[in-house]
């Protein structure tokens, strides 16, 4: 993954997001995307970045669909849900911008928690 990181930074990430948007690192990968941790040098705050391919298949698009809208309704004010801060289009995906939380994955905390 650093050499991807690496070339993505040397020849500018090629992922058509806004410039305000400085790649870090990976930090998931999942059935419809992936999520990279990111400086936004307009807010001056890292935020995480869902990019989801455009195109996705018809199976893909309806869960798509769903999380942006539950995005949307939910996330202003709650505090036990991210923070969405943008969505952004670009000629290669769909970006979900929201705010970053450190620590682990949701699905992560779950699993361990019934594990034990």
């Known amino acids: 993954m650093n050499f991807l990181y690496g070339l993505l930074q040397c020849f500018g990430h090629g992922l058509g997001l806004p410039e305000q948007y400085k790649l870090v690192k ?6 419809e995307g ?3 941790l990111c ?7 890292m935020v995480a970045v869902k990019l989801i391919p455009r195109g996705p298949p018809a199976w893909r698009l ?8 539950m995005l949307a309704r939910l996330g202003a ?5 991210v923070r969405p801060l943008e969505a952004v289009l ?10 970053y939380v450190p620590g682990a ?3 992560s905390s779950s699993s361990s928690s019934s594990s034990s």
């Open 39 to 45: 400086t936004d040098t307009e807010r001056n705050c």
């Open 90 to 99: 670009t000629t290669k995906h769909l970006g979900f911008i929201t705010e």
């Open 26 to 31: 990976v930090i998931g990968k999942g059935t």
């Open 105 to 107: 994955s949701s699905s």
């Open 77 to 81: 004010g709650h505090i036990n849900i």
């Open 34 to 36: 992936t999520v990279w």
């Open 62 to 69: 309806k869960m798509v669909s769903r999380e942006g809208h």
